[in-house]
């Protein structure tokens, strides 16, 4: 198949490695899989791919050391797979460059989402991005604010990155639920999505009460707005 998507799996669990190859080429993408950190490390080493699956728990390491290794050496998009909801894990593994996670057990539906819509943010995303005091890097997933790090949370991130993908578009409430459902099912509404544009107007904007950077249109949605720079 023509341009197929390589996708590396790393799962130390041989049942769910087993299904998520079997979901994923029904999907048309090509999968890789490693059972420990040794593997993957030599597999990375020898192959390229165009986004992760990792596991965080490994019976030789952790999921956080591969990650750093991937970033480094490939620069592909990375979503974890932890059997641990708690914020800690999450903030960690965010922090250190991942551009999603998931919690087991997972929907094969959502994780196809957020494979795609992974793959689509890393096809067109500008390396860095600034706008009004506000720096982006998006291969280390650092946001800075007047050069201090603010941390945002998943839906905070993909929110941003929304917006910076689409810098000369109005985008309507309906294309951001959409767009957040890739990283969050259902519990994405009209009410949450208010929310959301709220916190992450806190930490980005100068003035929250007025936003530059991120513009209301009234009756529409919401657009970029100040000057940016992308490349």
Do not use: H
Request: glycine fraction near 6%; proline fraction near 3%.
């Amino acid at each position: 198949m023509i341009n197929m998507k390589k996708i590396f799996l790393i799962e130390d669990d041989k049942a769910i490695s087993k299904n998520l190859t079997l979901l994923l080429q029904s999907e048309g993408f090509a999968i890789s899989c490693a059972a420990t950190q040794k593997k993957a490390a030599a597999m990375l080493a020898e192959n390229k791919f165009d986004l992760a699956l990792v596991d965080i728990s490994l019976p030789d390491g952790n999921g956080f050391a591969i990650c750093t290794q991937i970033k480094q050496s490939q620069d592909i998009p990375v979503i974890f797979l932890t059997a641990s909801g708690d914020e800690a894990s999450v903030v960690t593994g965010l922090n250190i460059g991942a551009d999603d996670y998931v919690t087991k057990p997972f929907r094969p539906r959502e994780l196809v989402a957020r494979i795609k819509a992974a793959l689509r943010c890393a096809d067109r995303s500008p390396a860095a991005f600034t706008n009004n005091g506000l720096t982006v890097d998006t291969a280390s997933g650092i946001v800075k604010k007047n050069g201090g790090e603010v941390f945002l949370s998943a839906l905070e991130y993909r929110l941003l990155l929304v917006f910076i993908n689409n810098p000369r578009i109005i985008l309507t409430r309906e294309r951001l639920l959409d767009e957040l459902w890739d990283a969050a099912g259902e519990f994405v509404n009209n009410n949450t999505l208010t929310v959301y544009i709220k916190r992450l107007r806190e930490k980005i904007e100068d003035d929250p009460a007025n936003p530059q950077i991120i513009l209301t249109v009234r009756g529409t949605g919401y657009r970029l707005g100040g000057s940016y720079d992308a490349k």
